[in-house]
């Protein structure tokens, strides 16, 4: 499930780049997913997404994290599944 969030969270991302003209030179994510076992058995408690991206200049920075927050707000898997997504974004350009 942890993949499936981070993929569609990815792919919504890119839309917003793409739309708003950030250059992105590098994307790297990964997803840990924290389970229980409850009364139902082993459920997931929580996905937690950390991203680092590289973009070109200082003004992309900002606009990055706003492409960050649109796609947590509009991607599909992560407003159905039934847990908390938590999004972590290391952004920097790529001459730091």
């Known amino acids: 499930m ?3 969030v981070d993929s569609c969270l990815l792919l919504t991302t890119l839309y917003f780049v793409k739309t708003s003209k950030i250059d992105l030179t590098s994307y790297r994510s990964s997803a840990t997913v924290q389970m229980d ?11 937690t997404l950390n991203i ?6 200082e003004e992309d920075v900002g ?5 960050i927050e649109k796609a947590e707000k509009l991607c599909p898997v992560s407003a159905t599944v039934r847990c908390p997504v938590e999004v972590n974004l290391q952004t ?3 001459g730091q």
């Open 63 to 67: 606009r990055m994290r706003k492409a």
């Open 52 to 57: 680092e991206a590289v973009v070109g200049n």
């Open 92 to 94: 920097r350009t790529g």
């Open 37 to 47: 076992r409850t009364a139902e058995g082993l459920r997931i408690q929580g996905i």
């Open 2 to 4: 942890g993949g499936a």
